[in-house]
């Protein structure tokens, strides 16, 4: 069975850091994009960053000059550094597979993670 594990999240104090990873496990053959959402309370899901297989990066605005994403060499494993963490920051953060291939031809036309909190207290 495919699934994608996020860990890293807790608590930091505002102005700190945090490395969040992302870990796709069972049978893999390839996986397109990797992506990082966040969700806070009484607000919708948003796109943090996300990060091509080619490596071509995104970032929101809110979070480019503070946030880093990064694969690894398999490519199955998503990371995002986090500097600068500001009390806004707080949320469950999700990790997203998009276009994730099990065998060469079939494929999850997108699959999530669990989500992993993170607290930013002020």
């Known amino acids: 069975q495919v699934q994608l594990v996020e860990s890293g999240g807790g608590l930091v104090q505002s102005g700190g850091s945090l490395r969040l990873a992302c870990a796709a496990s069972?049978?893999?053959?390839?996986?397109?994009?990797f992506s990082w959402y966040r969700e806070s309370p009484g607000s919708q899901r948003e796109l943090v960053a996300s990060i091509s297989n080619t490596g071509v990066t995104h970032y929101a605005a809110t979070t480019q000059d503070r946030f880093t994403i990064s694969s690894d060499g398999t490519k199955t494993t998503v990371y995002l550094q986090m500097n600068n963490l500001k009390p806004e920051d707080t949320a469950v953060y999700y990790c997203?597979?998009?276009?994730?291939?099990?065998?060469?031809?079939?494929?999850?036309?997108?699959?999530w993670g669990q989500g992993t909190l993170v607290t930013v207290n002020g």
């Open positions: 069972g049978s893999i053959f390839k996986i397109g994009d």
């Open positions: 997203r597979a998009d276009d994730l291939y099990y065998t060469s031809e079939n494929k999850y036309l997108l699959l």
